[in-house]
């Protein structure tokens, strides 16, 4: 754990020149308070949020719009001074740069024209890859411009096993019957999906870092979906695999890991993934991940977001709990998954000053 080095040479008076705190959590150190941020804290739950979105002629256009993700990266820190910024932007802008249709339907989510067989994989390509994520990237050297000095910034994407489900599904899906048909009855052509996109996931991330992200998030929401063996071979292995090629080129930048519903596998990612943090859902029970997990890596996590929907004594103690099982190791405060539209801001609000007036 590098917590400790990261600060050496930092001046520690008046806090100012000390590393982030987001950063110093991610190092391994005890921090206490421990940092705070939200998954999908800029979004439709935030009044100033949803006026922004009306500028946009839709979702994509918003996140390919540097002036529109940036401020709606800064909305939520401007409104409660989290200690990181996440990048606004989705992850279905890494189908669009490998060059399928994409498009956000309200109330469905992403759609996308579908790909189902090997050969219908030759109609993507990584050589437009840079030139269509352009825009993220200068949303990201912005905001490191422009963000406090103390908030650190994150860049993230989708992992190659989510992002493939929308590819392969056309949209959202309950039972993910046509991406595990192809999966299980040709795993040579699926792989060829897979090394596509660990390819231009890896790509996107360095070039992130590159202008100027301080962390990463990998995102795989449907890890959950994967059955033992599967869940080796189509999450944590392309996983691995990105974390390990983005630390070829930047070897200390840190990488939160987030295969959303894992379940006991949280123990392979915390042995394996190369991450050093680990972001575990609601489902994760406190005192196992701070047995078996926190000794290996930092944990964010893992608030019920309906608990930010709920208010009242229910959030307090949910809050209460997490910071009492893992507040005396590396943490990071977050939900277990992202916040939702019927969030309330004053639920929020309650939630911030309650972590920041805690001490381990
Ligand atoms: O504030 C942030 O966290 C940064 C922005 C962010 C968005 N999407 C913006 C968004 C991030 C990190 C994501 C990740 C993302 N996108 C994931 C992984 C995390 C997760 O939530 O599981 C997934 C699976 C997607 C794909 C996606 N994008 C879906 C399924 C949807 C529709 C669901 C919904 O809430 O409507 C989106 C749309 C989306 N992405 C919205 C936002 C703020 C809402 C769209 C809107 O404003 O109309």
């Known amino acids: 754990m590098n917590g400790k080095g990261a600060l050496s040479g930092a001046k520690r008076a008046g806090g100012k020149t000390e590393a982030k705190r987001l950063l110093r959590a991610l190092g391994g150190e005890v921090c206490s308070p421990p940092p705070i941020w939200l998954m999908r804290q800029a979004g439709r739950y935030l009044p100033e949020y949803r006026e922004l979105r009306s500028q946009a002629k839709n979702f994509m256009e918003f996140c390919l719009t540097p002036d529109l993700a940036v401020e709606a990266t800064l909305q939520p820190i401007r409104r409660y001074g989290f200690d990181a910024a996440i990048l606004f932007s989705d992850i279905m802008v890494i189908p669009h740069a490998v060059g399928q249709r994409v498009w956000f339907e309200e109330g469905a989510g992403p759609r996308v024209d ?6 219908e994989l030759e109609r993507l390509s990584l050589a437009g890859l840079h030139e269509a994520l352009a825009p993220v990237y200068q949303t990201v050297t912005r905001l490191r411009r422009e963000l406090p000095e103390e908030t650190a910034l994150i860049g993230f994407a989708g992992a190659p096993w989510t992002v493939a489900s929308y590819m392969v599904e056309g949209g959202s899906s309950k039972d993910y019957t046509k991406i595990k048909t192809w999966a299980y009855g040709d795993p040579e052509g699926f792989q060829q999906l897979i090394d596509l996109l660990v390819d231009a996931t890896s790509r996107y991330l360095i070039a992130q870092v590159e202008a100027g992200a301080e962390a990463l998030q990998v995102f795989d929401s449907w890890a959950g979906a994967l059955p033992d063996g599967a869940i080796q071979r189509w999450s944590l292995a392309p996983i ?17 890991a987030f295969p959303r519903g894992a379940g006991l596998y949280y123990r392979d990612f915390a042995q394996e993934a190369g991450a050093e943090c680990l972001s575990i859902d609601s489902t994760v029970p406190l005192d196992w991940a701070r047995e078996v997990l926190q000794p290996r890596v930092t944990l964010q996590g893992n608030l019920d977001p309906a608990l930010v929907v709920a208010g009242g004594a229910a959030l307090h103690d949910g809050v209460a709990r997490i910071l009492d099982r893992l507040g005396d190791g590396p943490l990071v405060f977050n939900l277990g998954g992202g916040i939702v539209p019927a969030a ?3 639920h929020v609000e309650a939630l911030v000053a309650q972590v920041r007036r805690h001490r381990a």
Do not use: F, G, L, Q
Not at 114 to 119: H, K, Q, R
Not at 243 to 248: A, D, F, I, M, T
């Open 114 to 119: 579908p790909v189902a067989t090997v050969a």
């Open 240 to 256: 691995k695999e990105i974390v390990r090629r983005v630390k070829e080129s930047h070897p200390t930048v840190p990488i939160i």
């Open 344 to 346: 309330r801001p004053e």
